[in-house]
């Protein structure tokens, strides 16, 4: 059951829209199910007597008495509107049931508590069988204003309870950090236009993919803008410093022909613009990195980063755990697109859906978080897709997310950690589609049968509490591959299984030589290592030999040396 609060100031216009047609004639038998005063409120859905300005009028008797002390002048934002509907799949509720609903609603959001005379004038409206509408008039009979602070989270809370008592499907709870949902009229708009999304839920996305790209606040804007998005940034009457922005769908204008616009902060809380500067520090362009070296390394570095976020998940600080987790979504994004092949689609939809995972009520520390950050942001400028390393990354990005869920669980953030379940499917999804190709590829390509028993027996000898187990997967003729590619990389296979098989826990894991395996891709190649080594030593001689030649006494020098050394 989700209730949704807004407010307003034009009561009959709400009205009208309440026991009208609907916009594409969906509203059917519009009536009201509960009051301030049954007797009282004329009904326009079942008396034909009944007009919507004399219920206009009854709702704003003591508006309009407040309007008349203050000189003519309404209070502002004075109707209070709150839809109420049940979830798919749940059974339709009666008239009574509804009413009971409404009744409970108003009286913990502080419009009408039970027994209070003085409260606001409201009422509810069903116009379909699985929602209702709840009105008010947001001034009491005394002309006070009602106590509606945290309204829409105390609604919330009261819809659990009705949803156990009633029988309902339980959602799950919020903590205030979801984004806005698409209204009605939004969705219709998108349906009209044969859009999959609203243009609300396509700017959050593009936002969010772009922010997890870039190393600035400029830059920021200005991919924006290259993707036909409009911006429009609001600047401080003082400093003249960008204090917040809007941003506009292409070719999304309203009756007039004009943008409609979204401010960041009701895209998503974490898309507001000190939000985005908590994570997006400028730099300058001489030190942003160029990783063109080695293709593969901004996937080790992904995956080494990815590794230490589960770590501090497990850490205790709670802080540095929500800044992984922001940064982990970010890091999503770029891994999503960053890969090819036919598991993208799965990486992207995990990518939107940890989105609700990826904030909660405790602050982040984004510093903690500052190298898987930087980490991701290396994909962007990676090129040519390493296909072991990827999916030792997807990989790591699975066990995260499921980290990622457990430790919202144990919190009791229940819908961050439904996001988070998520996000794991997709990314389980993906890495199926992605492993099993290159496996198959790998285990063709195995060692001779000696090579293979003389890696049989580092297993034994490496890891003996899983020897067996490893040996049975069907991924160990695959493990052989990659147990002779990284010899040759310059690796002692024995040394390097045990040191990957203590990296994390081989007990709960299911097909231990598959995790080995990918465990041993993600490993540099040590030849590589020890070469670029020498390069950098050699480099660097060179370059102090030409900065400070050997001194030499003038004497032996030629004639015309000596002359430039004077």
């Not at 008396?47 to 309007?67: E, G, I, N």
């Not at 296909?387 to 919202?408: D, E, F, M, N, Q």
């Not at 994390?504 to 290592?529: G, M, Y």
Request: aromatic share 6%.
């Amino acid at each position: 059951m989700v209730p949704d609060v807004s407010t307003g100031s034009d009561s009959r216009g709400l009205i009208v829209y309440l026991f009208g047609p609907g916009r594409r004639d969906e509203h059917t038998d519009s009536h009201i199910v509960a009051a301030w005063d049954m007797a009282g409120a004329p009904d326009p859905g079942r008396d034909p007597a009944a007009t919507y300005s004399q219920l206009a009028k009854r709702l704003d008797h003591h508006v309009d008495l407040r309007a008349r002390e203050l000189g003519g002048k309404k209070p502002p934002q004075h109707v209070w509107h709150c839809p109420v509907r049940t979830a798919p799949g749940d059974r339709y509720l009666t008239d009574a049931e509804w009413a009971e609903v409404a009744r409970r609603i108003v009286h913990t959001a502080g419009i009408a508590p039970e027994g209070d005379e003085k409260a606001c004038r409201w009422i509810a409206v069903r116009h379909a069988d699985d929602h209702i509408h709840i009105m008010a008039t947001t001034v009491r009979a005394d002309g006070r204003r009602p106590r509606t602070h945290r309204d829409g989270q105390r609604a919330q809370v009261e819809c659990r309870k009705i949803e156990a008592e009633f029988g309902l499907r339980r959602l799950k709870s919020g903590d205030l950090t979801a984004p806005r949902t698409p209204t009605g009229a939004e969705r219709a708009k998108a349906e009209r236009q044969g859009q999959a999304v609203t243009a609300r839920q396509w700017l959050r996305e593009q936002a969010y993919a772009v922010a997890a790209a870039v190393s600035s606040e400029a830059d920021y804007f200005t991919v924006l803008q290259s993707l036909g998005i409009k911006v429009k940034t609001r600047l401080g009457p003082e400093t003249g410093d960008v204090i917040g922005y809007s941003l506009a769908a292409p070719g999304d204008t309203n009756a007039a022909d004009e943008p409609v616009w979204y401010g960041g902060s009701k895209l998503a809380p974490d898309l507001s613009i000190n939000r985005l500067r908590e994570r997006l520090p400028d730099q300058e362009v001489a030190d942003r990195p160029q990783y063109v070296a080695d293709p593969a390394e901004p996937w080790r570095h992904t995956t080494t980063a990815i590794h230490t976020a589960h770590s501090v998940l497990d850490s205790g600080d709670d802080a540095a755990a929500q800044g992984y987790l922001a940064a982990f979504g970010d890091a999503l994004y770029n891994i999503a697109s960053a890969t090819t092949g036919p598991h993208q689609a799965e990486l992207r939809a995990a990518a939107m859906a940890f989105n609700r995972a990826r904030r909660s009520a405790t602050r982040a520390d984004h510093q903690a978080a500052t190298a898987l950050r930087k980490a991701a942001k290396e994909l962007v400028y990676a090129s040519n897709e390493p296909g072991g390393l990827a999916i030792a990354l997807v990989l790591a990005t699975v066990h995260l997310a499921r980290a990622a869920a457990k430790w919202h669980e144990q919190r009791g953030h229940e819908q961050q950690a439904a996001a988070a379940e998520e996000a794991f499917r997709h990314l389980q999804v993906g890495y199926q589609q992605a492993v099993a190709p290159v496996l198959a590829d790998l285990a063709h390509r195995a060692p001779r049968a000696a090579t293979a028993r003389r890696f049989e027996q580092d297993i034994r000898v490496a890891l003996p509490d899983h020897a067996h187990r490893i040996l049975a997967d069907p991924a160990w003729t695959a493990l052989t591959t990659t147990l002779a590619r990284a010899e040759t990389a310059g690796h002692t296979p024995r040394r390097l299984l045990a040191e990957v098989g203590s990296e994390r826990e081989l007990d709960s894991v299911e097909h231990p030589a598959e995790v080995l395996n990918w465990r041993i891709t993600a490993q540099p190649n040590k030849r590589v290592q020890a070469a670029r080594g020498r390069r950098t030593t050699s480099g660097a001689s060179s370059a102090a030999a030409t900065l400070h030649p050997p001194a030499a006494s003038p004497m032996a020098m030629r004639p015309e040396e000596r002359g430039r050394h004077r």
